[in-house]
């Protein structure tokens, strides 16, 4: 997966007004070599909650089963989203925990950003950090987009 600080993005779009070449397509991407683990790792360190690994005989279950699995895990996440939503006195929010069967088909996807690195630009945010996440939380709950009453960070 790739990420990107949304500082950098606009330090980008600034530095091609000046240093791009007119009517090239750039990819703007961190170096942090993300990954869904990783990610994952963060989300859990910020809201201070766990999840498992399963090993292979599971994972390959899974894969027979996938609608299943995703059934499962929405209802298991909607109802509790959607609970802290009322509670909160959140109407509308374009976050939702439901996860869509075609995310977990293995089909990566990588960009490469070699060519805005070669007209001299570099990304000040390298790898994506819990500091990173939670800025980013803070905003959603600011927003009214975002639960408080999950968003307990440490």
Request: proline fraction near 3%; charged fraction near 25%; include cysteine.
């Amino acid at each position: 997966m790739n990420t990107v600080h949304v500082d950098d993005v606009s330090r980008a779009l600034w530095y091609l007004t000046t240093n791009g070449n007119n009517g090239e397509v750039y990819n703007l991407v961190d170096n942090g070599e993300t990954t869904q683990g990783i990610i994952s790792e963060l989300v859990c360190e910020l809201l201070g909650i766990e999840h498992d690994y399963h090993g292979t005989i599971v994972s390959n279950f899974a894969r027979l089963n996938m609608t299943d699995i995703v059934d499962e895990s929405n209802e298991k996440h909607l109802e509790p989203w959607s609970e802290a939503c009322q509670r909160d006195n959140i109407e509308n929010t374009p976050l939702s925990p439901y996860l869509d069967q075609e995310l977990l088909y293995e089909k990566h996807l990588s960009l490469d950003g070699s060519k805005l690195e070669e007209t001299g630009f570099k990304c000040e945010h390298g790898k994506l950090t819990t500091g990173n996440l939670k800025e980013v939380l803070e905003d959603y709950v600011k927003l009214g987009l975002f639960p408080p009453s999950l968003a307990q960070t440490n």
